[in-house]
């Protein structure tokens, strides 16, 4: 019997399917992001992790491939957390995974979108996974039954983030972590390539999928928990981890007596807040509001099917695939 010779060569015999529901699986997940944390101990605790940052249930079949594809430039710090919880995460689903940071080269703007088309291509000629989730770097999911499997439409997971009071920030919002299977992403024509710099690009990404005739699915806002790592905004300005004990006993500290806060009206004490000039490359997109008018007009001309970029290096690293690409500057 010569049949064995025509399986796939990373075939298991004898492996049955893993359960629709894991086991493993624990609910809401306690996040802190300890000091001092290295990427080798984020690979001692996950010795079942590949080159490349794959993984499959080592007792069963997993019944869900999924490849995670992170845009990334200059947030290493991040990354390094988002290992530390998502490989474990994945673990406890009992998904078939591979990570994919999908790294800007140069320091030209920042263009999250077109980086996501780069890890859509770059990561179904590897592999043919089901399910791709766009998984910016500095979410971490709180919850392990937020599944990261894909639905029949277009999901969008990261409905409660901690800096959105755990609430959707509004209706249409598809920021921060979505997934698409390989034909709803396709049907879509993928996302936007020209949304250089911060803001816009997500929510184009939404109306695409009603244009292509979808719906947005999400998880619900118990279980589509996120928190966001802080960012190091101004040196010397980080967070006081003391803040909520001292403001405890304010009681008992303060000392002086009798004044009253007074308020000018919501109608005249009106501030405009400076964005934060937080990552070099990724300011404001000043045009992204006339570009969000036209995606109707521009959405199967721009994408996918235009996508131009060149791949630099592609480093199997111990926890995650890096690839690094030339996107090209703003035309
Ligand atoms: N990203 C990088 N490097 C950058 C910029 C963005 O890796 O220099 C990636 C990263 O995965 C990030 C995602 O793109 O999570 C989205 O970046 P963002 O800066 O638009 O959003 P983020 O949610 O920052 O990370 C929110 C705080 C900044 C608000 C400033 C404007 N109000
Ligand atoms: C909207 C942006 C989105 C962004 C969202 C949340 O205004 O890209 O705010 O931003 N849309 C436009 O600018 C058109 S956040 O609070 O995370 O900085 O994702």
Redesign the pocket.
Known sequence: NLSHLSKPQNHRDDIPMCPKTSPLIGGPIHVSFPSGLTLAQVQRKNPLVVRGGRYRPPDCEAQHKTAII??????EHHLKFLLYYLHPFLQRQQLSYGIYVIHQAGSYT?N?AKLMNVGFREAMREEDWDCLYFH????IPEDDRNLYTCDTNPKHAAVAMDKFGYKLPYKMYFGGVSALSPLHYLKMNGFPNNYWG?GGEDDDIGVRVSLAGMYISRPSLKLGRYK?IK?KLDKGNGENPQRFNMLAKTRQTWKTDGMYISRPSLKLGRYKMI??K??K??G?NPQRFNMLAKTRQTWKTDGMNTVEYEVVSRDYLPLYTNITVNIGTES
């Open positions: 992170i845009p990334h430039r200059n947030r920042f999250r910016d770097v500095d979410l911060w966001m960012h964005k934060h937080l990552d490359g990724n404001e």
